[in-house]
Each structure stands twice: as C-alpha cells, then as structure tokens.
T-cell receptor, first 115, second 113 residues
Framework: KAGVTQTPRYLIKTRGQQVTLSCSPI?????VSWYQQTPGQGLQFLFE???????NKGNFPGRFSGRQFSNSRSEMNVSTLELGDSALYLC??????????????FGQGTRLTVV | GNSVTQMEGPVTLSEEAFLTINCTYT??????LFWYVQYPGEGLQLLLK?????DKGSNKGFEATYRKETTSFHLEKGSVQVSDSAVYFC????????????FGKGTLLTVNP
C-alpha cells in the first residue's frame, strides 16, 4: 500500500510569490491534515480536510489556505510569501471519521525556502 | 486548550543504555496519545500509541504507558542502538470530529557506539 506522497520535496521561492503544495493520501483515507514544522515553533497544525470540507483550522493568517478534491488529494497554498514561511510542511492522512483513534500517517514533507 | 510538554534535549547516550523521555499532557476528556519519530530529512513515523488509561503501547523495543492519574506518557527503551538516533515527538489527539494532533517540542536523541 503506497504511503502519503507529497510533492514537490523541495521548493525555493522569493518573497511575495505564492506557492502550492500537493498531498496524495493513503488510498481509502479521507482525512488530510497539514502541519508546519520550524525549529522555533515546532509542529503546528494548519488545517484538516475531510470529504472536501475543512473541518478544523489552526491559528495561521489567511495567506494560508487549502482544499481537498473528490479523490481526497489535497493542496495547500501560501500567498504573498514571507521569509518566516520557510519551513517543512507535512501532510498526514487518516481513516478517522469522528471520535478518537485512527492514527495519522505522515508524508516526507515539502521543504519550502523563501529567499 | 490542549498541550504537550516533553523533556528538553538533546539526549546523548551510549549504545545499550536505558532511555527515558518524559512526556506530560493537558487535555479535556480522554485523549489518545502517540509517540512519533523523525529521522533526518524525513517525515514523522508513528512509533506507538495508546488510546485509553493504563494502555501500554509498544513497538521495536520502545514502550509507553498511558497514566491518567499523572497525565503522563513517558517513552522508554531498555537498550538503545545507534540506529535509534532521531527526534522523538509526543502527541495527543483529543478526539471528536475535528482531527488535530497537538505535539510536544521534540527531543533529539543521539546514540553513540
């Protein structure tokens, strides 16, 4: 069974540009979450999608957005990039519908560098 | 809100030493608890989990017991190997329909031969 696939693995962008990251979940998983990992702030939750609906959102500015398609693949977009957006962006998929349980499986991440 | 506190690293051990990484949490209700491991340049891998009080999660020689009375989920391994060198994250999921993991800051473990 294929794992969570994130593309691209590495990105270099200039301040002010926008970027789109992609995530393909494990087959059958309908929940997709995104996390930002930085040395200073650690792992922070961005948002979670289930069946094309955003169910939960973290404390990030509106420049960070996402969506999920009918095949459960998800994209996140960051507009007007800032230097502080440089981070490892991790996607996780889960079987969880509601309630506890259904652990998250993570992709290898996209390393975004803003210059 | 929910929070996870884990011991600050880095932790440096010799091969075959005993490992403990402390983790305590604050959460409402009955969260599920997890340990994830991250190797250099990689994403997170689930190491073990526990979904209710007194559950013991175990995998690859690592163990952790869900202690509700002390709100703790400490990670232990009796004999570490060089290949265990990585960053370890404690995390909780408070359940409900909104799936969100809350992570600790991570603990860097280095095991020397």
């Amino acid at each position: 069974k294929a794992g969570v696939t994130q593309t691209p693995r590495y990105l270099i962008k200039t301040r002010g540009q926008q970027v789109t990251l992609s995530c393909s979940p494990i087959s059958g998983h309908r929940s997709v979450s995104w996390y930002q990992q930085t040395p200073g702030q650690g792992l922070q939750f961005l948002f979670e999608y289930f069946s094309e609906t955003q169910r939960n959102k973290g404390n990030f500015p509106g420049r960070f957005s996402g969506r999920q398609f009918s095949n459960s693949r998800s994209e996140m977009n960051v507009s007007t990039l800032e230097l502080g957006d440089s981070a490892l962006y991790l996607c996780a998929s889960s079987l969880r519908v509601q309630g506890a349980g259904g652990e998250a499986f993570f992709g290898q991440g996209t390393r975004l560098t803003v210059v | 809100g929910n929070s996870v506190t884990q011991m600050e690293g880095p932790v440096t051990l010799s091969e075959e030493a005993f490992l403990t990484i402390n983790c305590t949490y604050t959460a409402t209700g009955y969260p599920s608890l997890f340990w994830y491991v991250q190797y250099p340049g990689e994403g997170l891998q689930l190491l073990l989990k526990a979904t209710k009080a007194d559950d013991k999660g175990s995998n690859k020689g690592f163990e952790a017991t869900y202690r509700k009375e002390t709100t703790s989920f400490h990670l232990e391994k009796g004999s570490v190997q060089v290949s265990d060198s990585a960053v370890y994250f404690c995390a909780l999921d408070s359940g409900g329909s909104n799936y969100k993991l809350t992570f600790g800051k991570g603990t860097l473990l280095t095991v020397n031969p």
